[in-house]
């Protein structure tokens, strides 16, 4: 709940926002995201779709949404190696990341610890599951 509380904070504050939109949680804040008139940035973990989702174009033909891949169209299935890849670019673009849950030793951690020695703000919710990033020196909420 915090989450989709942040993304309706986010909206609001017409903050723009980069992500796979992959999982079920991503894409019900997608959807909040595009309630809203900032601009918002899709990049999934593979090459760019064959056709754009009939409910996403209408955001594309308005200016406001944006989908880019850094894989070329052969690449149609998302895969580990190719959703660390975009989490890599979407992090090196991104000025502000957040992290709303990194597994203790988990792949997000690894990549936090990562973008950290980068200089990358980092953001999290205050709560025992993210003790591991707290304790990085990642930010607050």
């Not at 670019?89 to 951690?109: D, N, P, R, T, W």
């Not at 703000?121 to 205050?126: L, N, S, W």
Request: aromatic share 8%; net charge positive.
């Amino acid at each position: 709940m915090k989450t989709y509380d942040f993304c309706l904070k986010w909206r609001k504050e017409g903050k723009s926002v980069i992500s796979g939109f992959h999982s079920p949680m991503e894409k019900e804040c997608l959807r909040i995201l595009l309630q809203g008139t900032q601009p918002v940035i899709i990049s999934p973990a593979r090459g760019m779709w064959q056709r754009t989702p009939k409910e996403l174009k209408k955001h594309i033909d308005l200016g406001r949404l944006l989908i880019v891949s850094k894989f070329p169209s052969s690449v149609r299935r998302m895969s580990t190696r190719t959703a660390l890849e975009r989490n890599l670019f979407v992090g090196g673009l991104a000025e502000q990341i957040f992290i709303s849950y990194a597994e203790l030793g988990g792949k997000m951690e690894h990549l936090c610890k990562r973008w950290k020695t980068e200089g990358k703000q980092i953001i999290t919710f205050e709560s025992k599951y993210n003790t591991n990033l707290i304790n990085m020196g990642v930010t607050i909420l």
